[in-house]
């Protein structure tokens, strides 16, 4: 992670692929890295994909499409968030080409998936297509592997009724200080909501591989 944070890999530039099951942080951590890149002077944007496909076709009716394509090509980092989420049709590959190409070797990119990277080329759906577009990402790629629990479950109810303003406030003053502090029915617990397992950093060599880095 440490490699991430000096934003080297912007500079570069590379892709990073964040894929993992449903709310395990993909979207955050690749927020994160774009904070990271605006607090070292860089510029970033993050894009939702599959809503901003389905936003492009107005793009091309107005006129604004030439322009939208200008403006991302610009950006340090782009952050295209739950590719694959849906089916790509003839139209959304080539937008993705088009937007890859003009990156390539330029600008870095950040996609988040539930997808693995190896199950990409099925999801695009031409083979074709996308042989361009990976070809374009997976070869200057680092790709971290969530995996976990989701986020969004909730915790385990850990009282019956409302906590008070005064005891919840007492309880954060007595974290700070790293003590445990009591509430209604016993001790104040922390838990944990999710457990992150990094499988690794990888740089990808080619559609079909991928090589380890230290």
């Known amino acids: ?6 934003c080297q890999w912007v500079r570069e530039p590379h892709t990073v692929f964040s894929t993992g099951p449903t709310g395990i942080g993909k979207t955050w951590l690749g927020c994160a890295l774009g904070q990271q890149a605006c607090r070292n002077g860089l510029t970033a944007r993050y894009l939702r994909l599959p809503r901003f496909l389905q936003e492009l076709p107005m793009a ?16 340090d980092v782009l952050i295209l968030d739950d590719g694959g989420l849906a089916p790509f049709s003839e139209d959304n590959r080539r937008d993705v080409l088009e937007i890859v190409e003009d990156r390539h070797d330029r600008r ?11 199950h990409w080329h099925d999801a695009l759906g031409d083979p074709t297509l996308a042989d361009a577009i990976l070809d374009r990402l997976v070869h200057k790629a680092y790709k971290m592997t969530l995996q976990g629990a989701s986020m969004r479950k909730r915790p385990a109810q850990l009282t019956k009724g409302a906590v008070s303003d005064e ?16 509430g209604v029915g ?11 397992t ?17």
């Open 1 to 6: 992670m440490a490699r991430l944070t000096t």
């Open 60 to 75: 091309k009716g107005d006129g604004r499409y030439g322009k939208v394509l200008t403006t991302l090509a610009k950006t």
């Open 108 to 118: 870095a990119t950040i996609i988040t998936s539930q997808l693995p990277v190896e």
């Open 167 to 182: 005891q919840s406030r007492s309880s954060v003053a007595l974290l700070r200080r790293g003590q445990a502090s009591p």
């Open 186 to 196: 016993g001790n104040f617990r922390v838990v944990h909501v999710a457990v992150f």
């Open 198 to 214: 990094w499988t690794g950093w990888q740089v990808s060599c080619g559609l079909g591989g991928s090589v380890h880095v230290d």
